[in-house]
């Protein structure tokens, strides 16, 4: 059978695979599933036909071959295994055609590495290519017999790698430095013994060839740096590449060396220590030429070894600013978008650190419209960053143009720069201007993202306030949707609430709809603003104030209702110290905190041309496993780990298998807890205006304190404050509540992992509920077996822990003492906001609340002692 007809065009020795010469009906048809797999027997004739051709010298069989060779490649690219013709393609290797021999290099490196004995049937003709006539297939034979990563096939290795390092043809020597790195990675006392990183020291040192160099430096420091830890001749020979005479030997050879050896080079030179002033110009003379090279990654590498010489050299130092802010503008203007993404997040690094010698060149950071955003959102930042008094009014003009954008994320943008500017200038009475008409322009995410920073400007020059109001005041707040920035316009109705005239009725109409606004921040905002206009305006709030007071209560928000008890009670307390407390005398806000600490932007310093200046973060964060804020797990993300528990006291715990997607930390769905009213609040608000609700005298007690108490005393005080809000307190002394009937829980867990999986899927949800606990307890927490033996003291049982900052996972267990019923639950704590996530399961639902109460206790008491 004939192979089918095929291009006859020969591809180049840089297409090695030949695969842009394979026909797409080929790989069309097999790499589309609607089509199936290839039909059986097609691999079959393919064997057939190669075994045919080995061996052959025929006219036009290196064409047939390649045919073929493209055809067993096509295959193996679209996932086909193709393995069954490996010995058929060995034989037909034996050609000086060097196309064939690179597919065929490609196809035994695929199949070989992962099949021990698959890749012993290749070292012969491997070994025999090593010393073919043809440097290239010298090379490319070489390559492939290091890549094979056989672990027991080393010793075929040394022979060839110890031939390649001493070949006449640099392309061999070059493959063999990198081989001898691979060799390595395989087998360490193989590489040492036979001595090869002495030859790759020579060869570094005499080879005429700069790519040798290059790789032979690239190898020498890989080895000796993991040797360094074993071995003190390795840490001496690192230390030796340090050295003055092979450093200047490397920088007097850098013009020969490619961008990428380059860039090795010169951060090897970075790691050098000079010995005085004059060494510093010396290298930065040479090195003079490398700003004005076409390759960014050399300016950068460059740049960050000027950076680093004269970081003692303060008067130095500014002019290395000067004089690599040339080459970085150029490559910022040049490349792809990318690219200048990459260079732009350096020199905004700099920018930050020396804003002033940056500020006349402030029109480079102008947006262009062809620009992604990413790019645009970096040159904000540093026109923020440049702004100066000389500068402010022609950036701030460029900034407003940007506001009126059709993209909104970039006008969004562009208000926060204006801003910015504004907080960190003089002289803001133009910016102020142009901010007030922001809010003209009915546009609502403009009108949105002003009045948050109208809100802090307020904060920092209280002076316009007046000028501010007037505009805002203008504003209703039916058409403003975003929470911040209705946040913000409540703030500013509680705080000028005597220089708005409409604000208590607006107040109170936003309190109205209280249950429609689904941001706890808004609502905790409206509970302030009210208080706060309740101080000033007292009888134009108080019905506001008593409905907001009774609804906050009743919120389903622990942070909303721990507000709104906390005023309820100062009021009821004194109302001049309620006052004093809630709106004391301001000072203005003289600076914003920043960002970033200044440890963290030095270390990023230290990381340039890296990765850390992009994600303009210390590369621990992103690369470090065990980097987990305020915890260390050593456990990826999803996965847990078991809670240590003695021996004597809990069941042994087998870690809990990730296929119950219940089980998860990224499982956050909220099941309805029935039972509980008021969106699945376990409070029940107390009625104003003299009108009742239910569980209306359980609400009054809630209102009275936060722990049941034996007693209630109501103070006339307090029932003042009671009428005068509307809130509709009796006038005797509430009823006491009944105590919880004891829960005695057993000592000893009665469920192991697997048991409490399967009862997990098995039992519906009891309580589920969100609570805060004390900033102490999170502190506490260093590791997750800290909260384990707490809760261990209260009959509590850790099953499984797990998780990544700031959301931690735990799964406890307890079971009442004289039976067997147990009690699951499932514990999420957020380290940032300190809120946790409760949901418990349980097999008598009639005291699920009651150990709910325990376990918050115990809960609470963690870390406090």
Known sequence: MAPPAQSQRSPSPSQPSGTSEIGDGIISRNANPRFGSIRKGEVSDLKMQL??????????????????FKKVISYMTIGIDVSSVFSEMVMCSATSDIVLKKMCYLYVGNYAKHNPELALLTINFLQRDCKDEDPMIRGLALRSLCSLGVANLVEYLVGPLNNGLKDGNSYVRMVAAVGVLKLYHISASTCMDADFPALLKHLMLKDKDAQVVANCLTSLQEIWSLEASTSEEAAREREALLSKPVIYYFLN??????E???????ELVAKYVISDSDEIFDIMNLLEDRLQHANGAVVLATIKLFLHLTLSMNDVHQQVYERIKAPLLTLVSSGSPEQSYAVLSHLHLLVMRAPFIFSSDYKHFYCQYNEPFYVKKLKLEMLTAV????NTYEIVTELCEYVANVDIPMARESIRAVGKIALQQYDVNAIVDRLLQFLEME?????AETLVLVKDLLRKYPQWSHDCIAVVGNISSKNIQEPKAKAALIWMLGEYAPDMQDAPYILESLIENWDEEHSAEVRLHLLTAVIKCFFRRAPETQKALGAALATGVADFHQDVHDRALFYYRLLQHDVSVAERIVNPPKQAVSVFADTQNSEIKDRIFDEFNSLSVVYQKPSYMFTDKEYRGPFAFSEELGNLSIGTESADTIVAAQRVEENDKDLLLGSSEKEESPGYGNNGSAYNAPSYDGSTTTGASQAQLDLVSLDQLSTVNTTSSSLAIDELLGLGMSAGPSPAPLPSAALKLSAKAGLDPNNFQQKW???AVSISQEITIDPRGVAAMTTPQALSRHMQSHSIHCIA?????????????????????????????NSSSCKVQ???KADDQNTSQTFSEMFQSALSSFGLA
Do not use: M
Request: aromatic content about 10%; some cysteine.
């Open 51 to 68: 075994r045919g051709l080995a061996g052959s010298r025929a006219p036009g069989t290196d064409d047939t071959k390649r045919d073929l």
């Open 253 to 258: 050879r850098i013009k020969e060396f490619s």
């Open 260 to 266: 990428w050896a380059q860039c090795i080079v010169l």
């Open 387 to 390: 702004a100066n008094e000389s």
């Open 443 to 447: 546009k609502e995410h403009v009108t």
């Open 761 to 763: 899927r098995q039992l």
């Open 801 to 829: 822990s797990g998780g990544q900052a700031p959301n931690f996972k735990f799964f406890f267990v307890a079971q009442k003492a004289d039976e067997p019923s147990a009690y699951l639950v499932e514990c999420i704590i």
């Open 838 to 840: 409760l949901k418990i």
